[in-house]
C-alpha cells in the first residue's frame, strides 16, 4: 500500500466568521489552510451571528484544495458548546481549540466532538484538533497534549495570548517565547505531528515577515499562521524547499533506491553517511516541493 501523502500546512489564513466575502473567497488566495475563526476576530454581540455564517459558508463554499479548520470558542465559555454542536456535524477538517492546558480539558472537548458525533452517525476518526497553546501552564503541558489523542494532528502557538499571559511585551524578534516556540516544536516532532508558528501581525512589513518566517523553518515549524492574504505568497515561499535543498534530496533520494536494491541499509554520497532518517527528510523535502517521485 502506498504511504499516505502528509498535507502542506506552509500558510493557514484567518477569516474572520464575520466576514463573508473572506469566507466565500477563503479558497481561491493561495493559502494550505484556511481558519474559520469564531473566537478572538469575533466581538461578543456578533459570535451566534458568526456562528451560522459559518455553519453556512461550510455547506456551501468549495475551498477547493485547502484544509478547512474551524477556530471554536473554549468549552469554558458561553459560546464554544453551541461552536461545537454546529460545526461537528459538518466535520470540518479540523477544529483548533484555543487556549489548551491540559489533557483534562481535552478529553473533554473530544467527549464533547464524539457525543456531537454519535448522534449524527459520523466517525471519530475523520475530523482532527489543532490544539493552541496560549498560557504558560500550555506550554509546560504541551508534551502531554501532544500526546493525549490520534486526533490531536497539529499544536499551534498564540503568540499574543502567550505574551499577555507571561506579562511580557511581543517583540519583533520574539525573545519572549523562544523557549515556547522551541518546545511545542520538540512535543510535535516527538509525536509526529505538525507545529505552526504564530502570526506575524505588521501585514505591512513583508521583509519582517519573510525573516520570522525563514526563522520558524529552521527551528523545525511546519507551516504558519497568517492574517492577511497579502502574507500567504511570503510564507509558502519561505517554507518551500530551494532549489538546492531539492537537488541534494533527489540525489540522496536516488542513491537510497539504488542501495535498497543492492540490499543495503546505509551508503555514502559525497563522503556522508546516509541512512533512514537522512532518507525520511529527503523524501519529505521532495514532498512539500510536490515532486513526482516516479521521475526520479
Not at 502567550?162 to 517565547?177: C, R, Y
Amino acid at each position: 500500500m502506498a504511504k499516505a501523502k502528509r498535507k502542506n500546512r506552509r500558510s493557514m489564513l484567518y477569516i474572520p466568521g464575520n466576514n463573508p466575502a473572506m469566507l466565500q473567497n477563503g479558497g481561491v488566495y493561495g493559502a494550505d489552510c484556511v481558519l474559520l475563526d469564531l473566537e478572538d476576530a469575533v466581538a461578543l454581540n456578533q459570535k451566534d451571528a458568526a456562528r451560522i455564517l459559518v455553519r453556512n459558508m461550510l455547506q456551501n463554499v468549495d475551498y477547493y484544495n485547502c484544509e478547512v479548520s474551524v477556530r471554536v470558542n473554549h468549552i469554558s465559555t458561553p459560546f464554544g458548546l453551541a461552536d461545537l454542536e454546529e460545526i461537528v456535524p459538518l466535520q470540518p477538517d479540523a477544529i483548533r481549540f484555543p487556549k489548551t492546558e491540559s489533557i483534562q480539558e481535552l478529553a473533554e472537548l473530544i467527549r464533547i466532538i464524539e457525543e456531537i458525533e454519535d448522534k449524527h452517525n459520523l466517525p471519530h476518526d475523520k475530523m482532527k484538533i489543532h490544539a493552541m497553546i496560549e498560557t504558560a501552564v500550555g506550554v509546560q503541558n504541551v508534551y502531554q497534549i501532544a500526546a493525549y489523542s490520534k486526533r490531536v494532528d497539529a499544536i499551534t502557538i498564540g503568540g499574543q495570548d502567550l505574551t499577555a499571559d507571561m506579562g511580557i511585551e511581543k517583540t519583533k524578534d520574539n525573545a519572549g517565547i523562544d523557549y515556547a516556540r522551541k518546545q511545542i516544536i520538540m512535543a510535535a516532532k516527538a509525536n509526529g505531528i505538525d507545529a505552526i508558528d504564530t502570526v506575524f501581525a505588521d501585514v505591512d512589513d513583508e521583509e519582517g515577515l519573510r525573516e520570522e518566517t525563514l526563522y520558524a523553518k529552521k527551528i523545525g515549524f511546519s507551516g504558519k499562521a497568517v492574517i492577511n492574504p497579502r502574507q500567504i505568497d511570503i510564507v509558502n515561499d519561505a517554507f518551500m524547499p530551494t532549489d538546492e535543498e531539492i537537488r541534494k534530496a533527489s540525489k540522496i533520494y536516488r542513491g537510497w533506491v539504488k542501495a535498497k536494491a543492492e540490499g543495503l541499509g546505509v551508503f555514502a554520497i559525497d563522503g556522508k553517511m546516509i541512512d533512514a532518517p537522512v532518507f525520511a527528510r529527503a523524501e519529505r523535502v521532495l514532498e512539500i516541493a510536490n515532486v513526482d517521485l516516479n521521475t526520479l
